[in-house]
């Protein structure tokens, strides 16, 4: 089963917007991830936030991690229309070894101009 | 750096027919996974390796082989193709940062 559940599934904003993604899952984690994915392209790596870390910025961008509750957060700020495309959490395990990063089913973000 | 290469882009394939997906990188990544995205399913990981020489299972490994004997090729091999097996497949490297970088994919259809 996928590690990390996505909410909304479906987000529409008007362009300048801030669109914002929740994201939860279930093990211990090393780290926590997010990743764009523009339609029929791979996917590209956003930022990365490590378990003992609360919050991260990168550009535009905002991550949150919560591990009591197991939830993170992206929050895009000043939305435009290149942003629209599929947003992803994946986690990497405590447990793992390396390699076997687990994604939530992902947030189809429209941005509207 | 090419980055993580995967041919072919696209491929159809008929049901019982074996074939090949390949994935090579170039940046001494030590960490090699392969996922496959389905509608509305995300990615789920189908094969892994840690190095050259060791792989393991994912979520979805049924149908699928995989073999690392070196550090830049990941092949992903489908015994017998079956119709489930249509799908987008990724392969993707860790990179040293612990983020990991995904190749364009391949489109397979199985009829």
């Known amino acids: 089963s996928q590690q990390g559940e996505e909410d909304p599934q479906a987000l529409s904003i008007q362009e300048g917007e801030n669109a914002t993604m929740n994201c939860s899952y279930k093990t211990s984690i090393n780290n926590l991830q997010w990743y764009r994915q523009n339609s029929g392209r791979g996917l590209v790596h956003l930022i990365l936030i490590r378990s003992n870390e609360r919050e991260k910025h990168s550009g535009r961008l905002r991550v949150t991690l919560d591990t009591s509750k197991k939830s993170s957060s992206l929050l895009i700020t000043a939305s435009r229309a290149a942003d629209t495309a599929s947003y992803f959490c994946a986690t990497d395990s405590l447990w793992n070894q390396g390699g076997k990063l687990i994604f939530g089913q992902g947030t189809e973000l429209s941005v509207k101009p | 750096n090419a980055g993580v290469t995967q041919t072919p882009k696209f491929q159809v394939l008929k049901t019982g027919q074996s074939m090949t997906l390949q994935c090579a990188q170039d940046?001494?990544?030590?960490?090699m996974s392969w996922y496959r995205q389905d509608p509305g399913m995300g990615l789920r990981l189908i094969h892994y390796?840690?190095?050259?020489?060791?792989?393991d299972q994912g979520e979805v490994p049924n149908g699928y082989n995989v073999s690392r004997s070196t550090t830049e090729d990941f092949p992903l091999r489908l015994l017998s193709a079956a119709p489930s097996q249509t799908s987008v497949y990724f392969c993707a490297s860790r990179t040293q940062g612990g983020g990991y970088t995904f190749g364009s994919g391949t489109r397979l259809t199985v009829v």
């Open positions: 940046m001494n990544h030590e960490y």
């Open positions: 390796s840690v190095g050259a020489g060791i792989t």
